[in-house]
């Protein structure tokens, strides 16, 4: 039987009943966690025992912990056999290579060979890591060109290219400076890694470099530097424990910066390399509140 309620009073009681709920304590709601993006590591980190052991070193670098690597540019030497060797080490290891450093000609005339290498390693970036030595705006220009044209060419193979600093990138060129002309002469599909350390140490600030470049800082080099002397200072300062403002830099690169994942980068310490890289990564889950 249909119940005998005229429409007036049928929303007289929803309206009651609405009120009732709204006198109820709301219920806790809470912040999802901030995702984790994958932490690598540059392997030039360990670049001693790399040259010595390739298969060793990445599964003692896998076993620490770390979810990517980052190979610099003896790579560019491989045949594409060993390539695959590689590729299928890191598989088994659930350890995957994001990008590769390159030296400048792998991205002009060497091209085709750092496109095929890079998609056999799984790769997604062809940075390049050093450049020739050039000055004022059009030589940086001409560095640019060199990137957008890269960019065009990787494209087909859904590969990116990107472009790393060093300090040289953050010093002043009259009222602007080298990181700041690539940025603005290559189109936004090509990655600024941002070296950090580097940026630090010559006094430009690295969050404003990040917001200024929303979309762009896809990786970064957690490079930490350490002003004064010593053994423990410098660019062999550990991870956490130098002049680097990390949580000021990483809420920036996960707010606007477009960061996909993080490579540690240790130039050197007082510790053996591969237990520099553990005490790098145990400083770094300190630093994020993973440990």
Known sequence: M???????????????????????????????????????????SVRTE?????TGTVTAVAKMGYEVVEFFSPYYQWTTDYAKDVRKLMDGLGIRCNSTHNDYGNLGAGLAKAIEL?????????????????TGVDGWKTIAATLTAASEKTKPA?????????????????DTFPMAVL??????????QFDVGTCVEVGHDPVAW?????????????????????????????????????????DAAERVGGIEYY???????????????????ENYKKLRGYA
């Open 2 to 44: 249909r119940p005998n309620f005229s429409r007036r009073s049928f929303l007289a009681l929803t309206a009651a009943a609405a009120g009732a709920c709204s006198h109820r304590s709301p219920v806790a709601r809470t912040a999802p966690p901030p995702k984790r993006l994958p932490i690598g590591l540059e392997l030039y």
């Open 158 to 174: 859904g590969l990116k290219v990107g472009y790393h600093n060093h300090q040289t990138e953050f010093q002043a060129m009259g």
């Open 210 to 250: 990040i917001e200024s470049n929303p979309g762009r800082i896809n990786s970064m080099h957690v490079k930490e530097w350490g002003a004064g002397t010593g053994p423990d200072r410098g660019y062999r300062t550990l991870t956490g424990e130098g002049d680097v403002p990390w949580l000021k830099i990483f």
């Open 263 to 281: 490579l540690i980068e240790q130039e050197g310490s007082r510790f053996p390399q591969l237990e520099t890289a553990q005490r790098c990564m």
């Open 50 to 54: 790399l040259a010595k052991d390739l």
């Open 118 to 134: 890079n998609q056999i390693i799984g790769s997604k970036y062809i940075v390049m890591a050093s450049s020739p030595r050039v």
């Open 183 to 192: 940025a603005a002469n290559t189109p936004k599909e090509v990655m600024l």
